[in-house]
């Protein structure tokens, strides 16, 4: 079936650093894929997306690229803020069915 | 106010006991969808619904059950709860074909219910 495989964290940064999250899945078809952000005693958000492969998502300085032969969706963040301190998960969907499969998580703490 | 509102927001309860967690939405969204987020297991979809009256299980739905009172709201049931239903769960909503920001697909997620059951 369908996974979303993340990198184990924690991981700890200092502020402005580089930031890399590993994202793998395994899919049967061409999903469209997703980062959401978990900040401390908040729901998911999204905070970016690609729908096909060679797509380039961005948002809040993070950008990942939706790369079919290594099927793969890292996260990457050239310069990171105590602020993104939040658990980030990657997830999947099929397009029209909003249902989506999640890796599970890799916290982030950036220290001052 | 929040577009995806749950209640309760934390509940302890004991083994045995019937519980109900409440979702509303304000965004208008015809589907909505129940998940569990557990330490290093992610979230896992419970119960999902297309519109009123389309209710479909998700991969982890035994021991529970939903009811969609109407477009806006979505309740999860434990009719027996047990000690490893202690969890956070999280109520989300989305639209297919429309979202001003992100497009299609995106999934509006409340703040979440942590329960625990003794």
């Known amino acids: 079936g369908d996974s979303v495989t993340q990198m184990e964290g924690p991981v700890t940064l200092s502020e402005e650093a580089f930031l890399t999250i590993n994202c793998t899945y395994t899919a049967t078809g061409y999903p469209s894929l997703f980062w959401y952000v978990q900040y401390p005693g908040e729901g998911l958000q999204l905070l970016l997306k690609a729908t096909k492969a060679d797509d380039k998502g961005s948002n809040k300085g993070f950008e990942a690229t939706y790369r079919k032969e290594t099927t793969s969706f890292h996260l990457e963040k050239g310069s990171v803020q105590v602020s993104d301190s939040a658990v980030y998960f990657c997830a999947l969907t099929y397009n029209q069915g909003g249902k989506l499969i999640f890796g599970q998580g890799t916290e982030l703490s950036v220290k001052p | 106010d929040a577009d995806v509102t749950q209640t309760p927001r934390n509940r302890i309860t004991k083994t045995g006991k019937r519980i109900m967690l409440e979702c509303s939405q304000t965004?208008?969204?015809?589907?909505m969808y129940w998940y569990r987020q557990d330490p290093g297991l992610g979230l896992r979809l419970i119960y999902y619904?297309?519109?009123?009256?389309?209710?479909n299980k998700g991969e982890i739905s035994d021991g529970y059950s939903v009811s969609r009172q109407a477009q806006a709201k979505f309740s999860l049931s434990l009719e027996s709860a047990i000690p490893n239903q202690t969890a956070l769960y999280f109520c989300?909503?989305?639209?297919?074909?429309?979202?001003?920001?992100?497009?299609?697909?995106?999934?509006?997620f409340g703040a979440g219910s942590r329960l625990t059951v003794l």
């Open positions: 965004k208008g969204h015809d589907r």
């Open positions: 989300a909503t989305s639209d297919p074909y429309r979202d001003a920001e992100f497009g299609a697909n995106v999934l509006t």
């Open positions: 619904s297309f519109d009123v009256k389309d209710i």
